[in-house]
């Protein structure tokens, strides 16, 4: 049973425009909910996260929405450059049980068009 | 500079020959962790430890070994690989727990034939 889901495998936006990435989780447990970059031949880079106790949280071009009632996230991106294009993973970890365990979804592939 | 480092970064071995992928992070982390990924799948977690000396299970630790006797290191072990381990691997650190950003390493591709 996948827990963290990312339904869109790939996405194509032209540059300037804003860039929506889903994820879906189904462990109420998670509390807390990252968003990682990742270029070929490198490893993830850490992009934004946010806590269970907040719906938002924005870090420039970057802002994160939660909505726990639906059990939902995405990440807002604008406006899109062409340097994002990456793959983007979201994950999922729960502070009161089993700390050390993180869930990731399977990643969205961001394609920015100049 | 802070990084996660990881040797060695390709590997083509056969099946049942010991290997070691070793990780070595210079940030001072509490937590690293250990990660497989297959084509069109996301990162699995097979190994986590929190401290020295305290490692626990992720979602896929069947065939593999780790082991934290210092900070810094953090050794992957695959005793007798096969070929469904073929995969690329990723370790990190993170400061403490999951609720911190991880550093990832540049990945290390397995192949086993």
């Known amino acids: 049973d996948q827990q963290v889901k990312q339904n869109s495998p790939s996405l194509s936006v032209q540059e300037g425009r804003i860039s929506i990435l889903n994820c879906d989780y189904t462990?109420?447990?998670?509390?807390?909910f990252l968003w990682y970059k990742k270029y070929p031949a490198e490893g993830p880079t850490f992009l934004i996260s946010?806590?269970?106790?907040?719906d938002k949280n924005e870090d420039g071009r970057f802002t994160v929405f939660l909505n726990k009632s639906a059990k939902h996230l995405s990440l807002h991106i604008v406006p899109s450059q062409p340097g994002d294009s990456a793959v983007y993973f979201c994950?999922?970890?729960?502070?009161?049980?089993?700390?050390?365990?993180?869930?990731f979804g399977d990643g969205t592939t961001l394609t920015v068009k100049p | 500079e802070a990084q996660v480092t990881q040797n060695p970064r390709y590997l083509i071995t056969v099946t049942g020959k010991k290997l070691t992928v070793t990780c070595s992070q210079n940030?001072?982390?509490?937590?690293m962790s250990w990660y497989r990924q297959d084509p069109g799948l996301g990162l699995r977690q097979i190994y986590y430890?929190?401290?020295?000396?305290?490692?626990d299970k992720g979602d896929v630790p069947e065939g593999y070994k780790v082991s934290r006797k210092e900070k810094r290191n953090f050794p992957l072990i695959l005793e007798s690989p096969s070929p469904n381990q073929t995969s690329l691997y990723f370790c990190?650190?993170?400061?403490?727990?999951?609720?911190?950003?991880?550093?990832f390493g540049d990945g290390t591709r397995l192949s086993i034939l």
């Open positions: 940030m001072n982390h509490e937590y």
């Open positions: 462990n109420s447990m998670f509390d807390y």
């Open positions: 430890s929190m401290n020295v000396e305290v490692t």
């Open positions: 994950a999922a970890s729960g502070r009161s049980t089993n700390a050390g365990k993180s869930t």
């Open positions: 990190a650190s993170s400061l403490r727990e999951t609720n911190q950003p991880q550093h």
């Open positions: 946010i806590s269970s106790i907040k």
